[in-house]
């Protein structure tokens, strides 16, 4: 069972899924999403705590394109690891430190 917050607005979910995303739909959990196969960016999140599993290549492809920064990832990619803490950055943005 893993725990998933989604911050600011402080919502929290536990479930059983495989990536990210999976989990937070299927708790219904306010996480942006578009294409579910990697290619929008919509889906991107900044882990604030926990962690996930490392970027697969192709994930990581996509991140790079898009130019974010160590700590983004892909929702719909991302699978899960353990307990964590995430913020959904959405398609416009995707360096959070210079926000
Ligand atoms: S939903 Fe499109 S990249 Fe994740």
Same mark, same amino acid.
């Given at each position: 069972m893993t725990r998933v917050r989604v911050l600011p607005v402080d919502e929290?979910?536990?479930g059983e899924a495989e990536t990210l995303l999976e989990l937070c739909t299927e708790a219904s959990l306010p996480v942006p999403f578009g294409c579910t196969?990697?290619?929008?960016?919509?889906?991107?999140?900044e882990v604030l705590e926990g962690? =996930?599993?490392? +970027?697969?290549r192709f994930e990581q492809a996509v991140l790079d394109g898009f130019g974010c920064d160590k700590g983004v990832r892909l929702a719909c990619q991302a699978r899960l690891a353990g307990d964590?803490?995430?913020?959904? =950055?959405?398609? +416009?943005?995707c360096n959070p430190s210079e926000s």
């Open positions: 929290s979910a536990e196969v990697g290619k929008c960016g919509v889906c991107r999140i962690e =996930l599993q490392e +970027a697969g964590v803490t995430i913020a959904p =950055l959405g398609a +416009a943005q």
